[in-house]
């Protein structure tokens, strides 16, 4: 075992000296202005681009959304007029969850039905918001933008980062804790 690691390791700086080293070049400065600059553009252009994805979206499916100020696309589509949930309160959800291209990555049919405090979410802020104006028993449709779903990073599971989400959701009931 000994012997082959000498010789791994003779091979590995055989070859490092056969190649050369890389010559270090300083990198050019960047002020934090132009880094600030150049960050503001990426993401108007990843937010000009993701709003195009979710307008064809809809012009295909023909949603009569209503828009928030966050950017969360809504339609309650049935309404049962029951009363609404308030902040602090558990929450229980049937739901299907979406990416924008059809497929689906939850679904409480087989994950079982979600649950958490409203007010209290963290990751899906637009879920959150969404919920809130539901009343017991109301159905609805959402499309997400990933800065109000799982941003960045997606859900580290099954939503990857930056995914635009596309709920139906039903408010099934809620509680206080």
């Not at 017991?136 to 449709?141: E, P, Q, S, V």
């Not at 109000?148 to 997606?154: N, V």
């Not at 989400?165 to 809620?174: A, K, N, T």
Request: contains cysteine; aromatic residues 10%.
């Amino acid at each position: 075992m000994s012997k082959r690691i000498a010789i791994l390791i003779i091979a590995a700086s055989s070859l490092l000296t056969f190649c050369g080293s890389p010559e270090k070049k300083p990198l050019p400065k960047v002020s934090d202005q132009e880094i600030k600059d150049g960050l503001e553009y990426a993401n108007k252009y990843l937010v000009r681009t993701e709003t195009q994805e979710i307008e064809g979206y809809l012009n295909r499916h023909k949603w009569p959304v209503t828009i928030s100020k966050t950017g969360l696309r809504y339609w309650i589509y049935e309404q049962k007029n029951g009363d609404k949930p308030k902040n602090g309160q558990t929450v229980v959800l049937n739901y299907t969850l979406k990416l924008l291209n059809g497929i689906t990555v939850y679904d409480s049919s087989k994950d079982g039905q979600k649950r958490f405090v409203l007010g209290y979410l963290s990751g899906e802020r637009g879920l959150d918001e969404a919920v809130s104006m539901l009343g017991k028993g109301d159905k609805a449709r959402l499309i997400v933008p990933a800065h109000l779903g799982f941003g960045i990073l997606g859900d580290k599971n099954r939503v990857p980062p930056k995914s635009t989400l596309i709920y139906d959701i039903e408010l099934v009931d809620f509680f206080e804790n």
